[in-house]
């Protein structure tokens, strides 16, 4: 059930006039006076929440969005995706 925000159009009591959150059915008819005081109030837009659920990592994506990606082994590290060079720069004193 979504929760909105109701606030009273003119005066109305301490509940109503700074506004006050209030959860009912999106099929309800919004509310038109306090439940405190009986003033008039409105319905208040705002922002909404929702959950995007994070896209999961790959490295195929990595790889499209111009990564490289390396797996260390016993023996260095070795690229799995991506166009970057077979073995990266590890040491600071051979970058540019």
């Known amino acids: ?21 209030h959860r009912q059915s999106i099929k309800a ?4 006076t ?7 109030i409105r319905r208040v837009l705002r922002n909404c929440s929702h959950f995007t659920p994070k ?6 994506r990595a790889a499209d ?3 490289t990606s390396y797996q ?3 023996s260095g590290l070795k690229k799995i995706a991506g166009s970057g060079p077979d073995t990266p ?4 004193s051979d970058l540019p």
């Open 1 to 21: 059930m979504p929760t909105y925000e109701y606030k009273s159009v003119e005066g109305g009591c301490e509940h109503c006039a700074t506004g006050f959150d």
């Open 72 to 74: 260390r082994t016993d």
């Open 34 to 40: 306090c439940p405190e005081c009986g003033a008039k």
């Open 55 to 60: 896209p999961k990592f790959s490295y195929d």
């Open 89 to 92: 720069v590890v040491d600071p």
């Open 29 to 32: 008819k919004p509310l038109t």
């Open 65 to 67: 969005a111009g990564f």
